[in-house]
């Protein structure tokens, strides 16, 4: 019953109005992994780097008992780059480049041992390798899917494949309208289920996420941050603690999706308090603990 976790590795360069980084460790399996491995280990991560990627980020890797048997380590390759600038309204980005590197050939190569994973995770990647993936799986039982605008556009009928073979898709609110040219969000969703995925996830930044099941409606609330220094792996860190936190308890009940919903939540927060993965990498359990609390006391309130 173990938990695979495929998708991008990045060094990012990013800058926002009040800073900037460059080369800071990103890509979605990482935010995603790093993320899991507070709830749940090992945590089999498949993906693709180059030579200058440093053994400090594997070891750190290591240190969250990430697996990295799947990792590919090209010689003489250079791991994807990707660069993005933010604007005043932080929900706003530009791509400045895209440097795909050794992703370009990316074959998501999944080893014996990690095809009997039951819960997997498919990041932010083309539809086609996302279909490679599950079809190397012996018998995935709940299946989570990222995806992006660009795939929407392009890659239309693999992503629909990929659609009826997926649990629960994660998106945000703009991919939910372009996904079915609805701009009603709950029309939306509905029109999604009815593509495969029993339950849909739409995040809206930092209004929050909407989790959508069979015939209810669970509305999470965002964390009031005051300092969000780079919002960059909030929707992957999202998905880590989401998915971590439902196969450290093996419940798949809508209950239990709500609270995954909320520990997403939390990682995504901390996730934003610092450049890059930061953020993500030193965390206490207790600390995620008291943010779960602090999410169920934002929204709570009594009759009278
Ligand atoms: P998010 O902020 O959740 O959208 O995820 C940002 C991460 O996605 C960054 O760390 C980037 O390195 C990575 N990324 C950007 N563009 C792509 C792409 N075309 N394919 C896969 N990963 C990407």
Redesign the pocket.
Known sequence: MSLLVV??????SIQTPFDKVEN?????S??ISLAASYFTSPIHLVGVVGEDFSNEHIQMLEEHNIDLEGLQIIPGGKT???G?KYHYDLNV?D?LF?E?NV?ENFNPEIPPKSRKASYVML????PDLQLHVLGQLENPKFVVT?T?N?WIETAHEDLLKVLRKTDVLIINDSEARLLTNEPNLIKAAGEIQKLGPKYLIIKKGEHGALLFGVDSIFSAPAYPLEDIND?????????GGFIGYLHSTRDLEFENLKRAVIYGSALASFAVEKF??KGIEDLTKLQIHDRFIEFRELSRFDEK
């Open positions: 998708g991008s590795i990045a060094f990012d800071a460790l990103g890509g979605s990482t935010y994807f780059r990707w993005g980005r791509t895209t795909l992703f990041g932010n990647i083309q990222d992006m660009l919002p960059t792996g909030a929707g992957d860190s999202f998905a890059g993965t």
